[in-house]
């Protein structure tokens, strides 16, 4: 039953169907993975790749420098005068500041700024501080001093 009879029995024409069923399977397989797969480059150039990063990701900051109040001021739970108080800095006192963003314009006798500084607090907790009443110099343009925070 080696010869030609084997591929027309039942036997052989089983195993006929288990061959074809296994190609199905792993080409079914292969072409499920094609298209399941994260491509974000649709080039055709499969040697280059590109890294997304995560707006999770905190972003790299110098470490936090000291400054001080120049009036006294509210520290605020985020960039805008709307927000909470969460605590009260008087004037000459220093704070740390961590990094700065932009907020809300505020205007006060040294001028006016949307540049606001995130500062630490007690506990590991941090607030918002218009820059106008921190006595920052031109640190507050620079980025290697004074970073960009990122989301609050």
């Known amino acids: 039953m080696y010869g030609r009879e084997w591929w027309h029995s039942d036997e052989g024409r089983a195993a006929e ?5 296994v190609v199905i399977l792993v080409l ?4 499920a993975y094609a298209h399941t797969r994260r491509n974000d480059k649709k080039s055709g150039d499969a040697t280059t790749s590109t890294t997304a990063v995560s707006s999770a990701s905190p972003p790299t ?3 936090p420098k000291s400054y001080k109040v120049t009036e006294g001021v509210n520290v605020r739970g985020a960039p805008t005068t709307a927000s909470a108080v ?3 800095i008087s004037t000459g006192k220093p704070v740390i500041v961590v990094c700065r963003i932009e907020g809300q314009s505020v205007t006060a006798p040294r001028g006016s700024s949307n540049q606001w500084l995130r500062i630490a607090l007690f ?3 941090t ?11 031109r640190d507050i343009d620079d980025r290697s001093i004074i970073g960009v925070c990122g989301p609050a």
């Open 61 to 63: 900051l110098p470490p």
């Open 86 to 88: 969460v605590a009260e």
């Open 127 to 137: 607030g918002y501080v218009s820059a106008v009443y921190v006595e920052t110099g």
């Open 17 to 21: 169907y288990l061959v074809i069923f």
């Open 123 to 125: 506990g590991g907790t």
């Open 28 to 31: 079914g397989g292969a072409f």
